[in-house]
């Protein structure tokens, strides 16, 4: 007789964006041990934590959903929550996954009774605030007038609004000001700089909003150094990207565990 489903056990899939560059995949694999141990911490009952990337994999994230629900019931799981690493709430989170997530539940319908949901997404954590201003209170560029949030930035409608909500929480955390800017979209962090150069600031320190290093993060370490041949009377640090942590780990769980049980 097959032992009954435990309420209380779930499946966690963290999933990322995806990258040719390996390092964000193996920062990933990092974040979900500490998140297993985590939630492990917080419930004996049994769990399972693992990553999948919504592009530049071999099979689409649907297909890696349906693989991990395959693992869960086989460990007797039968809640999945799928947990977007993603910063903002553009057009991946609000759409992609969504739709990623609902290929999946009709092939998993077919098969089991399988409980398959999508958790708010990592940056809608409050305590993201407290990893950034760690990387703004570095210490390393010594009392900067001013600071750049630097973030990929989203073509969806509304989809930056809370990157000006934070830098106003920054502002508020460092007492300096504390502007946006954009990878993908404007305004960009070469305006940002010339903006506040101009405005009289000769201390700037940069905050990328990305999670792990990466390839977009390398060419923001370029254009800053570029930045800095420009504007050499000018002192422009780099912090870095709000990598791999418990501090993080924490977040991560907080967001996969929530509603859990509850009903």
């Known amino acids: 007789m097959d032992t009954p489903p435990d309420s209380t056990s779930a499946a966690y899939l963290l999933v990322t964006h995806g990258s040719r560059d390996p390092r964000p995949e193996v920062a990933a694999k990092a974040l979900a041990k500490r998140v297993f141990k985590k939630l492990s911490d917080r419930s004996e009952a049994p769990l399972l934590v693992e990553t999948a990337a919504l592009e530049l994999q071999p099979q689409p994230l649907h297909?890696?959903?349906?693989?991990?629900?395959?693992?869960?019931?086989?460990q007797n799981i039968r809640i999945v929550r799928v947990v977007p690493l993603f910063l903002l709430?553009?057009?991946?989170?609000?759409?992609?996954?969504?739709?990623?997530?609902?290929?999946?539940n009709r092939a998993i319908d077919?098969?089991?009774?399988?409980?398959?949901?999508?958790?708010?997404?990592?940056?809608?954590h409050p305590g993201i605030i407290e990893l950034l201003a760690?990387?703004?209170?570095?210490?390393?560029?010594?009392?900067?007038?001013?600071?750049?949030?630097l973030s990929h930035g989203s073509r969806r409608p509304g989809g930056n609004q809370p990157i000006e909500k934070i830098t106003?929480?920054?502002?508020?955390?460092?007492?300096?000001?504390?502007?946006?800017a954009y990878w993908s979209v404007?305004?960009?962090?070469?305006?940002?700089?010339?903006?506040?150069v101009a405005a009289g600031c000769d201390r700037i320190r940069i905050l990328p909003y990305f999670l792990f290093p990466g390839g977009i993060t390398d060419a923001i370490a370029k254009q800053?150094?570029?930045?800095?041949?420009?504007?050499?009377?000018?002192?422009?640090?780099?912090?870095?990207?709000?990598?791999?942590?418990?501090e993080l780990a924490a977040l991560v769980s907080d967001l996969a565990d929530l509603n859990i049980g509850a009903a």
């Open 168 to 180: 106003d929480r920054l502002h508020r955390r460092c007492q300096i000001p504390v502007v946006a």
């Open 224 to 246: 800053v150094d570029r930045l800095r041949n420009q504007f050499s009377q000018t002192a422009l640090h780099l912090a870095q990207p709000i990598g791999v942590s418990d």
């Open 89 to 104: 709430p553009g057009v991946h989170v609000m759409e992609d996954i969504p739709a990623e997530v609902e290929l999946a």
């Open 110 to 124: 077919n098969i089991y009774n399988v409980e398959l949901s999508i958790q708010p997404h990592l940056g809608s």
């Open 134 to 149: 760690n990387g703004a209170l570095d210490g390393v560029c010594e009392s900067p007038k001013a600071q750049i949030l």
């Open 186 to 196: 404007e305004p960009n962090a070469e305006l940002r700089v010339c903006e506040l």
């Open 63 to 74: 297909q890696q959903i349906q693989q991990f629900t395959d693992l869960a019931v086989g």
